[in-house]
């Protein structure tokens, strides 16, 4: 087990530029979610998967967000004509089951920001 | 989601028990009661969750309220690395978690 692991842990660009983040969650995790945290604040739910297929968005996933997860593996995150807003910790979790209890395991995140 | 209300901070000595608690007063009879910490510069960690009955594993210890509007993380013998931000989520599943501001737990040696 080693761990959820997101790429980069850094990420600094300028406003309305691309950025595009990666996830590899816990091998045979079939569960994968993004979050964001702002300084301060608790990490907000951005999305979620099963397997390859996204069933859950939050509204706070504009449509300059878009997320990823071909073939139920790694998972990306890009962020299209970023926005100082956008500035924040990006969290990556997986978990493993169908039950509704199965705890996340939570990646140390990639810190987005913003010039 | 059910509204929770914990202390923005709490101290204790290391090696001394510590409790932190969490009110849900709002909580609805299938919401189970998550609890997560996240340690300085990582990621969120799973602690421990239960619906009604009080819950022990390796890490600490969770006591609910008969009336369920209430619990508390329970942690025997607080070491340094215990010093985090402790966050109660009720919640009817651990798959859409919201988490709240949390509580800041510093240990003091």
């Known amino acids: 087990d080693t761990g959820v692991s997101q790429d980069p842990r850094h990420k600094i660009t300028k406003r309305g530029q691309n950025v595009t983040f990666r996830c590899d969650p816990i091998?045979?995790?079939?569960?994968l979610y993004w979050y964001r945290q702002t300084l301060g604040q608790g990490p907000e739910f951005l999305t979620y998967?099963?397997?390859?297929?996204?069933?859950?968005k939050s509204r706070l996933l504009s449509d300059r967000f878009s997320a990823e997860r071909p073939k139920g593996s790694f998972s990306t995150l890009e962020i299209q004509r970023t926005e100082q807003g956008d500035s924040a910790m990006y969290l990556c979790?997986?978990?493993f089951g169908t039950g509704l209890h199965q705890p996340q395991h939570f990646g140390d995140g990639t810190r987005l920001s913003i010039l | 989601d059910a509204k929770t209300t914990q202390p923005n901070s709490m101290e204790s000595n290391e090696e001394e028990p510590v409790h932190l608690p969490c009110n849900h007063s709002?909580?609805?009879?299938?919401?189970?009661i998550h609890w997560y910490r996240q340690l300085p510069s990582q990621g969120p960690e799973y602690v421990i969750h239960?619906?009604?009955s009080n819950v022990n594993n390796r890490m600490a210890s969770l006591a609910i309220a008969e009336d369920r509007k209430s619990s508390t993380l329970i942690l025997h013998r607080a070491t340094l690395r215990d010093a985090a931000v402790y966050y109660c989520?009720?919640?009817?599943?651990?798959?859409?978690?919201?988490f709240g501001k949390g509580t800041l737990l510093t240990v003091n040696p």
């Open positions: 979790a997986s978990s």
């Open positions: 091998s045979e995790h079939n569960r």
């Open positions: 998967f099963q397997n390859e297929a996204q069933l859950e």
């Open positions: 709002t909580i609805s009879g299938t919401d189970y």
């Open positions: 239960g619906l009604t």
């Open positions: 989520i009720p919640g009817p599943s651990n798959y859409k978690l919201t």
